[in-house]
């Protein structure tokens, strides 16, 4: 498909023209362009199409919106919803402006001969101005932005063009786009140097006495200096120059590996820097840790924009991480001025001296200065210039903070790769064998971490061998303790991993070079300041804060915007390493500990808030520091962002001997697991739960595991091992005589014999219900009476339904527990439509809803939305159901099981089909059969729909 946005907006499917009718999807669709492969906030578009205040219907009507647009898609998926917004797919050669965006960058590079197709195949993308008659403020910022490219574009191309020769050629085009742009000097100097070389010397003066006449009237200025120095070459009849008169100017950029891949954010902000207006701080600081490409990044992009540094670029190593001392300022500055011109006998004794005397020499010209590999501000300072024609970047490990609070520097922090540039910049070295085997490139890329140079030293190992297959480097890099040894060219210590690691870790100070080593005990990815506490058995948080700020600041490890902190698995590895050599085993088994009883804690208080854990750990310690859970949402919030280190915490355990916590953490997170639907984590840790209390011969531990494996088979539709395995757990609690795990398992089995149809159910059910009472916890007994309420449903006894339900809605609401609200509310509902009460079943059903959303309970949250569509279709509100089924919809493809995707899609094509669209009832009963499981009841209801004769399902 093919999207123009520069011009009046313009799709094309194919070859056919889409037409995209109606202001507000005009609008819509331009956002998303604009924002192609971003995340756009519903909110966001809500304000946009319907102003900062838009009334409470702006949310259904924007899902509406949302799903015709899809319509003309030539793949719905295109346009999809997550967690943070609608995002639109778009390829580059989709989208006219990233197209033309594209071929300016690739001009940029282009030698003159190059450029000038590139350039006027970038030119002719134009139809108009952007995003022509759609009046929104945030498209006008980008249209004028697209424009300013192009006017840059546009001088490039005229320029490139004198440079071949071709200056009568160009001078009727040149002066078209010069008269359009009055203001802009570096168009009319061109067009005077075109007129000059044809022999029209009247006329290029012309052109400067028209210049000048603006900018007096318009600005109250004189020309820039370019332009009067043209004007005087003219008058004096100064032969006219292709090039600029040879002068002696610094070019000391070393040698750059190529072109940059991926990094075009970073780019693009350098690029900023030489956009800055005169008299603003031209001065960056890219930061980041040691193989993460700051330097490369810099000369690349320095080398590709010669253009903005007439006077000179100057490079200077300052030394900050290398083998010996950093580089003194007082001898970085003898350098520059030697390479200024200054004689070696007058150049001052003094730092101050020297740094006066370099202010003097560069003020006024537009020079690029890079500082690499600095180690601290103080090192910096004295080699900047005094003004802003120079434009400064500095590359340092540390993040020189201190630059941005005084000098106002652009501060540009560099992480690794993502997967897509990384696999780029492998397939930029390897060439065709990373397309041969994607799946080893895949595996080379995920053990290099992202990391740049550790990609390009393993893609050295194989560039020397062009036989040896890209699997062959996978099966080098597979074992991790040799990993570092892999990802190293002996005898090069700016190419071996372990010394660049180890060059920023010997400057540590000794607390935070301890905290760094006990970060590889961490089994998982990321860490907060107080699970950071825990683990290096600190007495406050404050003194783990400043060993962490330590750490970030000196690019050892990254804090995230929600203020927690990560290692990539390199730099983990590193520090696993150094921890097993400086660390005894007992200490680090202690540290794994105690991180262990923070967890634990922390999970026991969260679940208090959402389902409370049967049987909490005692003795456990108190934290030195926690964040504070002071409600379900703030318990949700915590867990959620915690669940992969307490997955990972758990199986670390099992390895370093500390098994206890596997049975623990399994029964405390099993609540949560099966409310988030985590089914693959619930699976791996009651597997192992089990395994350990088996071995430990504790019968209780392992009761209880049983149970939690026999609900999972439930979930995943095998009930018939689920009562094998409730049955066993039920034994065993019994056996242990513990009363209040006993109602636990033996409503579970109730659950699992109901869905079989046996008549033990209800007794099941009855009996979980009395144990709850004689344990002490009759708050808990929602959970087999909302089931035995959907049984006695199903077996048309009605009132007793009718009770069990109120009765378990009554404890939900007492508990202030979600879950059961939304479970009780449901089968409320589905009673109410069974007795024909739509408008008490509407009510349930969206009290159902309410706490679905305040719980968190994506899958319920779907479900609801889905049954509330199909009770407001058989009201005959059929835009109300076709919202409530889009919404569905959106839920279930966030991740769950396609043939709720499915349900969906059938709930959409059924609204669609009662409003009279049978077009579009069908298209969505074929997405739905696609989806479905063969032979599953969603696959035959679509099928129905889709077959004339027969009549569909209800």
């Not at 200096?225 to 600029?244: C, N, T, V, Y």
């Not at 700051?294 to 080398?303: D, T």
Request: proline content about 5%; hydrophobic content about 45%.
């Amino acid at each position: 498909m093919w999207f123009g946005v520069l011009g009046p907006l313009r799709l094309r499917r194919g070859g056919d023209v889409v037409e995209l009718s109606g202001v507000l999807r005009q609008t819509l669709m331009a956002v998303l362009l604009m924002h192609a492969n971003e995340p756009v906030t519903a909110e966001r578009l809500r304000h946009l199409l319907w102003g900062e205040r838009p009334d409470p219907g702006a949310q259904g009507r924007l899902k509406v919106l949302v799903h015709r647009l899809r319509a003309v898609l030539d793949d719905p998926d295109r346009l999809s919803f997550g967690p943070a917004g609608y995002r639109l797919r778009v390829r580059t050669d989709e989208l006219d402006a990233a197209r033309f965006c594209a071929l300016l960058d690739d001009a940029a590079a282009a030698a003159a001969d190059e450029c000038v197709p590139l350039l006027r195949e970038a030119l002719a993308l134009w139809r108009g101005d952007p995003y022509q008659g759609i009046d929104l403020p945030d498209l006008a910022a980008e249209a004028q932005r697209l424009a300013e490219r192009r006017l840059s574009g546009l001088e490039r191309l005229f320029a490139a063009e004198l440079s071949r020769g071709r200056h009568a050629e160009i001078i009727a085009e040149l002066s078209d786009v010069a008269e359009s742009q009055p203001l802009r000097e570096r168009l009319h100097g061109l067009l005077m140097s075109a007129l000059y070389r044809s022999g029209r010397q009247d006329e290029a003066l012309a052109v400067y006495r028209r210049v000048r006449a603006v900018t007096v009237a318009e600005l109250g200025l004189e020309p820039g200096q370019e332009l009067r120095d043209l004007e005087r070459d003219i008058l004096s009849g100064k032969p006219f120059q292709a090039e600029p008169m040879e002068r002696t100017v610094p070019e000391q950029l070393p040698y750059a590996a190529g072109d940059i891949v991926g990094r075009e954010t970073e780019l693009e902000r350098l690029d900023a820097l030489l956009a800055t207006d005169r008299g603003a701080p031209r001065l960056a600081v890219v930061s980041g840790g040691g193989g993460v490409g700051k330097s490369s990044l810099v000369l690349s992009w320095a080398h590709r924009r010669p253009e903005g540094f007439p006077d000179g670029r100057l490079f200077l190593d300052l030394q900050g991480h290398g083998p010996g001392s950093p580089m003194p300022p007082a001898e970085g500055l003898g350098i520059f001025l030697r390479a200024l011109g200054v004689e070696a006998g007058t150049i001052p004794a003094s730092e101050a001296e020297r740094a006066a005397m370099f202010r003097t020499r560069v003020a006024g010209k537009r020079m690029l200065i890079v500082l690499d590999d600095a180690d601290s501000a103080e090192q910096v300072r004295p080699l900047l210039p005094g003004g802003a024609a120079c434009a400064v970047v500095v590359t340092s490990r540390e993040t020189l903070p201190g630059l941005a609070a005084r000098e106002g520097a652009e501060r540009i922090d560099l992480d690794v790769m993502g997967v897509d540039d990384a696999t780029r910049l492998l397939r930029a070295v390897l060439g065709a064998r990373c397309d041969a085997e994607p799946d080893a490139t895949a595996q080379v890329v995920a053990r290099c971490a992202g990391l740049p140079l550790a990609l390009r030293i393993a893609a050295e190992r194989l560039r020397g061998h062009p036989a040896r297959p890209v699997r062959d480097l996978v099966s080098e890099l597979a074992d991790e303790a040799a990993l570092l040894d892999s990802l190293d060219i002996g005898g090069d210590p700016a190419a071996s991993l372990r010394a660049v690691f180890g060059a920023s870790y010997r400057r540590l100070d000794p607390q935070a070079a301890q905290l760094f080593r006990l970060l590889g005990v961490h089994p998982g990815r990321d860490i907060d300041l107080f699970a950071a506490t825990a683990l290096a058995g600190k007495d406050s948080a404050h003194a783990t804060l400043r060993l962490l700020d330590t750490l970030v600041r000196t690019s050892l490890l990254h804090e995230t915007a929600d203020h927690r902190y990560r290692l990539h698995d390199l730099l983990r590895l590193h520090a696993t390493e150094l921890a097993e050599q400086a660390e005894a085993p007992a200490a680090r088994t202690s540290a794994l500990a105690r991180l262990l009883d923070y967890y634990l804690t922390l999970t026991v208080r969260a679940m208090d808030f959402i389902d409370p854990v049967e049987r909490a750990p005692t003795g456990l310690p108190a934290p030195v520091a926690a964040p504070v859970i002071a409600d379900y949402a703030g318990a949700l919030d915590w867990l959620d962002r915690e669940r992969p280190n307490l997955l990972r915490a758990a199986g670390r355990s099992a390895d370093a001997g500390l098994g206890g916590y596997v049975t623990e953490f399994s029964t405390a997170l099993a609540g949560y697991l099966d409310l988030g639907w985590h089914l693959d984590d619930a699976r791996v840790l009651h597997s192992r739960a089990l395994r350990i209390a088996a071995a430990r011969g504790d019968d209780v531990a392992r009761a209880t595991a049983m149970r939690q494996l026999g609900l999972l088979a439930l979930r995943t539709g095998r009930p018939a091992e689920a009562m094998a395995d409730l049955a066993e757990a039920l034994r065993l609690h019994e056996q242990a005589g513990d009363v209040q795990a006993q109602a636990a398992s033996v409503g579970i089995l109730g659950v699992a014999e109901g869905l079989r149809g046996a008549q033990t159910a209800v007794g099941r059910l009855t009996r979980s219900i009395e144990l709850y009472r004689a344990a002490g916890r009759p708050e808990l007994a929602y959970r087999p009476l909302t089931f035995l309420g959907y049984l006695l449903r199903g077996a048309g006894e009605l009132d007793a339904a009718t009770a069990c339900l109120s009765e378990a809605l009554a404890l939900a609401d007492e508990a202030g527990h979600e879950l059961a609200r939304a479970q009780a509310h449901r089968g409320l509902l589905a009673l109410s439509v069974d007795q024909g009460r739509y408008r008490e079943a509407l009510t349930h059903g969206e009290q159902a809803l309410a706490a679905a959303r305040a719980g968190r309970i994506g899958y319920l949250e779907g479900r609801l939305l889905y049954r509330l569509g199909t009770l407001h279709r058989r009201l005959g509100d059929y835009a109300e159901a076709l919202c409530l089924c889009v919404d569905a919809l959106d839920v279930f493809r966030a991740g769950y099981h396609r043939n709720l995707q499915a349900m969906a899609h059938n709930g959409i094509g059924d609204a669609y089909r009662a409003a009279g669209d049978s077009e579009a009832a069908g298209h969505h009963h074929r997405a739905a059969l696609d989806l479905a499981e063969p032979g599953s009841y969603q696959a035959t209801r679509a099928q129905r729909c889709l077959t004339p004769s027969v009549a569909p399902p209800e």
